[in-house]
């Protein structure tokens, strides 16, 4: 029983996890390089690139974290002033153009990852598609939590509506 709901947080929490783990790899990376180029008056000289790799990673998957949490900064005043109707249709259509908008970055993002596969990072020399891959996992998950936010509201409304 424990071992399920262990399983049930940590997939409920995997982005959080994947973006923790990245920014404790580039906070590790950055002080240690700090540490051997001024005390040990040397460096690891692919830590920049790994550690920058690591942060870009962070910051896509994190985004997805929040935005599944609703924790991006919105600006709603207008909107919980409206009449219920209206307020209803102003957040399917919220969550309509999300869809859109998330989906297309997710879109132009695998365009240019398949453009930029040949291209190797400056360092380490692996493909820079490694790196930019965060952007369309990070943008098709906010674009599966959009899907999952406009069938939650629709739910919503109807509940509220047979009520």
């Not at 994947?18 to 002080?31: D, E, N, P, R, S």
């Not at 990673?57 to 709603?76: E, L, M, P």
């Amino acid at each position: 029983m424990k071992e399920q709901s262990l399983f049930k947080r940590i997939l409920s929490n995997f982005e959080e996890i994947i973006a923790g783990t990245f920014i404790m790899i580039t906070t590790v990376l950055v002080v240690i390089n700090v540490f051997l180029r001024y005390f040990m008056k040397t460096g690891l000289y692919w830590s920049e690139e790994v550690a920058t790799i690591c942060f870009v990673w962070s910051v896509f998957i994190g985004a997805a974290a929040s935005y599944k949490r609703g924790q991006h900064i919105g600006v709603d005043i207008i909107v919980n002033k409206l009449p219920k109707t209206i307020r209803n249709i102003v957040v399917i259509l919220v969550d309509l153009i999300l869809i859109l908008l998330n989906g297309y970055i997710t879109y132009i993002g695998v365009i240019y990852i398949s453009r930029s596969y040949i291209k190797p990072t400056a360092v380490l020399g692996i493909s820079s598609a490694y790196v930019s891959s965060s952007l369309v996992i990070g943008f098709a998950l906010m674009t599966m939590y959009s899907i999952i936010f406009l069938v939650r509201d629709f739910k919503k409304i109807k509940e509220e509506n047979n009520a």
